[in-house]
């Protein structure tokens, strides 16, 4: 006789009512690699990827003094490890004055040039420890120089930058902690409303996932709709902090300044903290860099998520920061749980911080170089215009640019696309919440495929319309 076999299980009933509901969401999965069209197989072309380096390592890979840096950490260590030999005969000299003018005596000699000793003998590699805080230290003073460049600002590095090991965990440890709702742009980066429902799922809102998020609309042009934003805030007093992601996935929007100012109003007059995606500040295409908002204000409390994935090309070493401005004593708990959860986890990833001091120190040269690659690919893609029925958006920044589509949800146009044309996009509903759709159907291109895929993929479109 068999005994009947019990599972156990090992996931709150909290967490698998969330990932029920989260099946019945848009599903995004990997396009095949070839499609059976009526124009007969088809290679896919890729236009969905938003990973640059995994899309296009030819022209964006790690630029390689911050690979040369890690490197040289590993071999050699660095700060306390790292044993500068020019100096080596001036510090035992220093230690000998010392002696002789009485500052040091003889134990604190002996102690001195023992320490000097071990230091010689192991410190020339990397020691693999949790903390390097000459590398720690450096690194959020080089953050907090970067957002001082307008004078203005007053930002302390110990206290105000907290390095985190990418941006998303950025946003997960805010949202964790965050107790209100969190008013967010439709369309959203779709990772933030994973997060957020997640997290309202385990406050055991299990009938009302969205406990954490409430979306504001942004228009066509990706800009987000302040009237909506007005009311929202005025209709649910729970909402107390909104999410500006700017420049913006999936719209490839970058705010004018004088926009940016009216959020930072509406925040300061409802005593909202504002939390500032700004991953692709750098990466404009028609200016030199977005306007941040810390800039614009020196009252309205201000998280900043930071990422180094995007402009510095590191998205495989997880590397970003939580940065506060204008810390009132609301925002100052939020910096101190942060601070403790942070502490919690030990350290930060440690060879990703060298990696991220040799960005931060080094030559820029690759950002300008991506810029001019993107401007180009948008020229080209400008082209489905041509076709009737279909607008392209093109991106003001980062490296998103939007077809919209009249007649058909997003889903349906990528479906179109995908079966008709093997071209793989992101359908704009996968950045909405799925009962809550866009309010105009488009789907989501990036800039990371060559141009002659991207003339080639405006061809096959315009070949699968023009004979239906
Ligand atoms: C707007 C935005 N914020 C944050 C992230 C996440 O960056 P990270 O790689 O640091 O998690 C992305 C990644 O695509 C993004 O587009």
Redesign the pocket.
Known sequence: MTSPIIVPSYVSPRVRRFMDQQRDGVKIQPPPPFVETRFGRLDTIPWHL??AGFADPKNFSTPPHIVGAIVDYLVQGTGRNKLDRDNVKNEVLRMLDGFRDGSLTASELFMALAEFQARRNTGERYSGAYYDVSVTDRFKELIAQERRRDGSVCIDPKQDIIL?D??????DYLIKILGCKVLMPKPN?F??HVVSNFYSALEGNLDLLRRKAVLYDCDEDGMPKLDEIRRKVREDSEIKAILV?N????TGANYSRELLQEIVQIAEENGLLIIA?Q??NQLTLNMDRAVLLHELTTDVPIVE??????EYLM?GF???ALAFYNVNAALAEVREIARKLDQQRMASNIVSCVGGVAALEGSREHIGQMKEIFRRRREVFKGIDEIPGLKFIPPEA?F?GRIICSGRTGTEFATELLDGAAIATIPGDAFAFSDDPMPYPFTRVTLLTDERRIQEGIERISRLYSKK
């Open positions: 938003g990973d985190m990418s941006g998303s965990q950025a946003f980066f990772t933030y992601i420049p913006n996935n999936p995606d991953v692709y998520i930071m990422s180094f994935s995007k998205a997880r590397l970003g980062a998103y």
